[in-house]
T-cell receptor, first 114, second 112 residues
Framework: DAGVIQSPRHEVTEMGQEVTLRCKPI?????LFWYRQTMMRGLELLIY????????DSGMPEDRFSAKMPNASFSTLKIQPSEPRDSAVYFC????????????FGEGSRLTVL | GENVEQHPSTLSVQEGDSAVIKCTYS??????FPWYKQELGKRPQLIID?????GEKKDQRIAVTLNKTAKHFSLHITETQPEDSAVYFC???????????FGGGTRLMVKP
């Protein structure tokens, strides 16, 4: 398996624009997580899914953020409209319930909002 | 919800010395405690984990200890090497594979 695949790797956009980040989890994994990493706040859990169903979205900062998982192999995190304070690295991760418990991270999407 | 505190935030050691990073957690129901290493510009990767039914686990130069009564756990790295330089994150969850709450991270610098 190629691991968790995220796109784009880098995104530079202007304030007010819509941003869509994409994630393909490891095949067969039933949990998918979206994390945001900044120097100030570390690794923050935004939302996670189990079997494509959102379980906990209490970490989503505000209504500008939304996430979907239409099927087991694809998820999106959307920010609309984007703001400079959204600049961060966004990681997607997946895991398999009942396994070792290891969380497998993608390489991250570095977002810069000007 | 769970809250994980990690100390120190930065740690500088000489090559060959030991390094210790400590974490505390708040939810007594947590029973899975992994440690992740993140090299500069890379993704976090699991290096070792421990479950609540054991007090210590070792893998070559790294070891983790857990004190459930006090709700704290620690990472120990012996004979540090320059390639150990990275940010280390502790985490806690109720079940392996479920939602992880991460500590704030420790930037470890190993000076040659």
């Amino acid at each position: 398996d190629a691991g968790v695949i995220q796109s784009p790797r880098h995104e530079v956009t202007e304030m007010g624009q819509e941003v869509t980040l994409r994630c393909k989890p490891i095949s067969g994994h039933d949990y998918l997580f979206w994390y945001r990493q900044t120097m100030m706040r570390g690794l923050e859990l935004l939302i996670y899914f189990n079997n494509n169903v959102p379980i906990d979205d209490s970490g989503m900062p505000e209504d500008r953020f939304s996430a979907k998982m239409p099927n087991a192999s694809f998820s999106t995190l959307k920010i609309q409209p984007s703001e400079p304070r959204d600049s961060a690295v966004y990681f997607c991760a997946s895991s398999l319930a009942g396994s070792t418990g290891e969380l497998f991270f993608g390489e991250g999407s570095r977002l810069t909002v000007l | 919800g769970e809250n994980v505190e990690q100390h120190p935030s930065t740690l500088s050691v000489q090559e060959g010395d030991s390094a210790v990073i400590k974490c505390t957690y708040s939810d007594s129901a947590s029973n899975y405690f992994p440690w992740y290493k993140q090299e500069l510009g890379k993704r976090p990767q699991l290096i070792i984990d421990i479950r609540s039914n054991v007090g210590e686990k070792k893998d070559q130069r790294i070891a983790v200890t857990l004190n459930k009564t006090a709700k704290h756990f620690s990472l120990h790295i012996t004979e540090t090497q320059p390639e150990d330089s990275a940010v280390y994150f502790c985490a806690a969850s109720i079940n392996a594979g479920n939602m992880l709450t991460f500590g704030g991270g420790t930037r470890l610098m190993v000076k040659p």
